[in-house]
């Protein structure tokens, strides 16, 4: 019988909203799962500013709208949903005329899902990205709308746009917050420390910073020395390089759960091999 590609792996997930799936696919795979969801998305705590905003954008006062992650639309229509499901049509009819930029693949999925397609996409999914792929265009005069990554204000963004001349509208439709208590934290950073654990899997830069606040930049470096770094994309693997830690895994192209899945298992798999040959 053929051994399960990542049997007797030990691997850390800090995600939390879809920790099930991504668990599933590891250990369908043979991993032992460490569950540790460190962050958890929430909607925004005043939901007034957000369908402030909506509210513009179905009355066509917005002709751009950059959409920096999925999770944010989604919340978006939930909160319209909840509070003022007679704006959903005229919303949706003005998310079809507005020019959509879209930061990285899981935007673009949930506009696929509403019957859209982005009309500008990064070629690299970051902040700089979406500043390159606008740089070249006319910008003055333009009103854009940019929903947010958390609370974060992306000032780099913002200030690009601005210096561009485009009157910028924001929009934070979702918070993070802490999920796991601290202990669950330092139990995770020990097993790290010690050497108990293969790889762990950053989903989101808020895991990396919540792991920091809980340990300590230098403890968190220290712990993560032991074991492989894997990150979802560019933006988590930026952020772990701006704390000094590198990630030594990251899917080629599409960065979403099944890849890093993948990448993991021919990671661990080889070094399991490895480690089973004469």
Known sequence: MTALPLAGRRI??????????FAGLLERRGACVIRCPLV?????????????WSRRLAGDELDDLILLTGEGLRRILACIEQHEPALRPQFLGALARVRKIVRG??????????????EIAAERPTTE??????HARELRGRRVGVQLYGTEPNRPLVDFLESAGAAVSTVAPYVYADA????????LVG???????DAI??????????????AS????????????????????????RRHGIDARLMPEESFFLKPLTSALEEALGDRHGAAEGP
């Not at 796991?180 to 139990?187: G, I, K, L, S």
């Not at 097993?191 to 654990?197: E, F, M, S």
Request: glycine share 6%; aromatic share 2%; hydrophobic share 50%.
């Open 201 to 214: 899997a950053f989903t989101s830069s808020a895991q990396i910073e919540r792991l920091i606040a809980v």
């Open 40 to 52: 958890a998305i929430r909607d925004a705590p005043d939901w007034a500013p957000v369908l402030d």
């Open 105 to 118: 693949p899981k935007p673009a999925k949930v506009l696929r899902e509403l019957g859209m397609k982005p």
């Open 217 to 240: 930049e230098q403890a968190a470096r220290a712990a993560l020395a032991n074991t492989l770094v894997a990150a979802i994309g560019p933006v988590v693997a930026d952020t772990l």
């Open 12 to 21: 850390a997930v800090p995600e939390s909203r879809e920790i099930e799936v």
């Open 129 to 134: 990205g979406v500043i390159a792929s606008l």
């Open 191 to 197: 097993q790290l420390r010690d050497g108990g654990v």
């Open 180 to 187: 796991a208590d601290e202990q669950a934290v330092r139990d």
